[in-house]
């Protein structure tokens, strides 16, 4: 199934927080600053909803995705209010790919565990929580897996700055 007929898909089954799509485009020749946008195409997924999506997305027999790949974040700009977290799923069965996307305020930078829904994303959610500053809520095991415990701050993150030393360490 191409990306078209999977949003058609999501919409028919009424997929929860589904909010549109985010195609690549070429630049516009009005704007000297905009360079477009390449790569996959996206469905746009209110943050809160994100977990009752990706049931749908599994469960959902002509979707059929049954493997979560990545679930990663972006800061786009140290200016920006928002990341983006970002999930990619896979249907061995069905031979087809969904990128999803979810806008969500640095400010509020919290979402509901996708955990239950695919055991895979509980280290993609623990290096978001450590790199990004991202909450997991309900996420069975939210250690550090690549910090150590007593780390200050998201490395990931554009405002981050990076410490001049570390227990005695020169870090520069």
Sequence with gaps: MDFQGIHDRLRACNAPGLLGIDLPRGPDPKDKKDKGRAGDPFVLVE???????????????RLSFEMLIDLSAV???????????????????RK????????????????????????ASQW??????EMFGIRFEGHPDPRNILLPDDWVGHPMRKDY?????YHGISCE
């Design 47 to 61: 943050p809160s909803k994100l977990a009752s999506f990706l049931t749908v997305c599994r469960d959902d027999e």
């Design 161 to 165: 700055e990076f410490p001049k030393e």
């Design 124 to 129: 993609h959610e623990r290096e978001c929580a």
């Design 75 to 93: 800061d786009p700009a140290k200016e920006d209010p928002n990341f983006w977290v970002v999930v990619s799923l896979l249907s061995v069965q």
């Design 96 to 119: 087809h790919r969904l990128q999803i996307k979810c806008v969500l305020p640095k400010s509020q930078a919290s979402l509901p565990s996708t955990v239950p829904v695919y055991r």
